[in-house]
Structures are given as C-alpha cells and as structure tokens.
C-alpha cells in the first residue's frame, strides 16, 4: 500500500488566487513528520514546511500552510495569492518515528501550473 | 541555495561504465542521505551515512556503493551502469541521525545518462 498519495497529477491557478494540493498518508506510527518540497524545472528539491504528528496548530510558513487533519490522515499544502514563480511539481513526504535511519517516503507529486 | 552542494551536475557516460557522484553536505549536518529520482520509479531512498557510518539502506543496488568521509562529504559510486540508471541522484543532509522532526535538505541534483 501507497504510503504517501497525492491524486492530482496536475492543478492550475490563475495568479493571486490560493490553491490547495492534497496529501494523504498511511501509518501506524504515532510519531511522524511530513513535509512539502517543492520541484522547479531546474530539478532541485526545494523544502517548504514541515508538520509533526503531535504538532496542535498547522504549520505556516509565509505564503505555504498544511492544513493537517490528522484523524482523516491528510496533510494538505495551501499556497495563498499564487505567483508565477509557483509553477513547479510539489512533493508530499512523510518521515516515520523517532528511531534513527528513517528516510523520507515520498508521494508522486502534483504539478502546479501558475498562469497569468 | 540549500547549503548542499554535489558535483558534477551533469553526468554522461556508456554502458559498463563506472561513477562517483560527490556530495558535501550543509554546514554542521552530520547525515547525508542518497536518493534517485526516475520516471518510472519517483523518489526512492538509496542510502544514509550518519557521521561516517552507514546508518540505514533502502533500494539500493548492488552495484552501487557509498561512503561518507571524515569531512563528512559523501560519495555515491556507481558501477556496471545500465540504461536503467539513467536518473536524478540527489543527496540530502540533515543535522541528525534520524528523527522526524530532523529536516533534511537537498542539493541540486546530478543528472546521470547511461547511453
């Protein structure tokens, strides 16, 4: 089973306008971390936010918040007022548990297109 | 600009060939992560080296080895490549061993083709 799911393969939005990329993960562990990272054309990984699992408010950072909903197991990426420079393929990941030697599992990402 | 550096950032070279793809990770990040990116196969975890010791392994292959320095850059080596190899490798580092609060952070990238 998927760990990390991300079901929009694409989105678009016009500049200005806030949209939402979702993210669903799967797992038994009660201590976790998620991230959002973000892909330009370019190719480099780009980190935006992190949420914890007993983190009790959702993460902000500038324009990028997580809306965390952690009963539904989703931690979904808002980015408000878009700019063109957004336009890019934005990963999900999960990090599980606090024992060493853990990666990050990533989901298959949703490519955001900005226009104008 | 993350901090991580890799070289060289793009690779090309034959079936049969051998690799390294070098990685110095952020300031005072002791972990440095491996990860291949393909189409086929999205974003895997190759290998992470913490202080020097190999701390965890994930799909990595035979043919590829790594090992982290006591500078703590790393070196990704791969050997007996194939045309399936073909694909971003990127290397990350985080502070610590493990832990999911512990951020990692990219570099960017060594795109290597297999021709």
């Known amino acids: 089973a998927q760990k990390i799911t991300q079901t929009q393969p694409g989105m678009f939005v016009q500049e200005k306008e806030a949209v939402t990329l979702d993210c669903t993960y799967d797992?038994?562990?009660?201590?976790?971390?998620l991230f959002w990272y973000k892909q330009p054309s370019s190719g480099e990984m780009i980190f935006l936010i992190y949420q914890g699992s007993y983190d009790q408010q959702n993460a902000t950072e500038g324009r990028y918040s997580l809306n965390f909903q952690k009963a539904r197991k989703s931690a979904n990426l808002v980015i408000s007022a878009s700019q063109l420079g957004d336009s890019a393929m934005y990963f999900c990941?999960?990090?599980?548990?606090?024992?060493?030697?853990?990666?990050?599992?990533f989901g298959k990402g949703t490519t955001l297109s900005v226009s104008s | 600009d993350s901090g991580v550096t890799q070289t060289p950032k793009h690779l090309i070279t034959a079936t049969g060939q051998r690799v390294t793809l070098r990685c110095s990770p952020r300031?005072?990040?002791?972990?440095v992560y491996w990860y291949q990116q393909s189409l086929d196969q999205g974003l895997q975890f190759l290998i992470q080296?913490?202080?020097?010791?190999?701390?965890a392994k994930g799909n990595i292959l035979e043919r590829f080895s790594a090992q982290q320095f006591p500078d703590l850059h790393s070196e990704l080596n791969l050997s007996s490549l194939e045309l399936g190899d073909s694909a971003l490798y990127f290397c990350a580092s985080s502070v610590e061993a493990g832990g999911h609060t512990d951020t990692q952070y990219f570099g960017p990238g060594t795109r290597l083709t297999v021709l």
């Open positions: 300031s005072g990040d002791l972990s």
């Open positions: 080296y913490y202080n020097g010791e190999e701390r």
């Open positions: 797992t038994s562990d009660p201590s976790y971390g």
């Open positions: 990941a999960m990090r599980e548990s606090n024992q060493a030697g853990t990666a990050l599992i």
